[in-house]
């Protein structure tokens, strides 16, 4: 399939070590934020989501945190596996506007 | 059920000709949304409905791009006259509630290349 996000940031991690991607947004009216992984080749999957009144959402292997201060968003995945190699997008959004995404950050496993 | 599915996959035009990209969103899903989506970035939003009514086309780069959703479940996105910067992948995607603050369902993507 075609690739995805040949220029990002990338992040490589061990297999079953931590990853934590970070993301930082702009609207400080924003009021919903979530996580989706992108494999090449595939539409966006979501992975978790999160409200601007919690500062943490915990999922299965996955923790969002979101500090509105500083207008900054970040998943932490727990024993990172090859499946989880991909890019990663935050995008935001409040009330009724479009999602907003950030530009993404490619993940990348060793075995 | 069956996620959000989109046809072609894949499209390749010559400059100039029109295309014609078809959302099948999930079934029941009051919202459809479509986005663009260039290499290395993030989607970028196009236009929403909600049902039939196409409520918000602020993201349409031109003129040369239309959507449709007739019957408030299958969507076509239009782009007449294609040009080279159109090459991008496409993606569609569902939601059961309003737009905002809600997860959104994608599809696979059509991907297409303007020669």
Redesign the interface.
């Known amino acids: 399939g075609?690739?995805?996000?040949?220029?990002?940031p990338t992040l490589s991690v061990q297999e079953g070590d931590n990853s934590i991607i970070n993301c930082a947004y702009s609207n400080s009216a924003s009021?919903?934020f979530?996580w989706?992984k992108q494999e090449s080749?595939?539409?966006?999957?979501?992975i978790i989501?999160i409200?601007s009144n919690m500062d943490k959402r915990q999922g299965q292997r996955v923790t969002v945190l979101l500090n509105k201060t500083v207008k900054h968003l970040s998943l932490q995945i727990a024993a990172t596996q090859p499946g989880d190699s991909a890019v990663y997008?935050c995008?935001e959004?409040?009330?009724?506007?479009?999602?907003?995404?950030?530009?993404?950050t490619r993940l990348s496993v060793i075995a | 059920g069956a996620g959000v599915s989109q046809s072609p996959r894949y499209k390749v035009a010559k400059r100039g000709q029109d295309v014609a990209l078809r959302c099948d969103p999930i079934s029941g899903h009051v919202s459809l949304f479509w986005y663009q989506q260039a290499l290395g970035q993030g989607p970028e939003f196009l236009t929403y409905f909600q049902n039939e009514a196409q409520l918000d086309k602020s993201g349409l780069p031109s003129d040369r791009f239309f959507a449709e959703r007739p019957e408030g479940s299958v969507s076509t996105l239009k782009i007449q006259r294609t040009q080279q910067e159109d090459s991008a992948v496409y993606l569609c995607a569902s939601s059961s509630q309003l737009v905002g603050g809600q997860e959104q369902f994608f599809g696979p993507g059509t991907r297409l290349t303007v020669l």
């Not at chain 1, 959004?93 to 530009?103: A, D, E, I, Q, R």
């Open positions: 075609e690739s995805v996000g040949l220029h990002l009021d919903y979530i989706y080749g595939k539409g966006p999957q979501f989501d409200r997008f995008a959004n409040s009330g009724n506007t479009p999602l907003v995404f950030g530009k993404g």
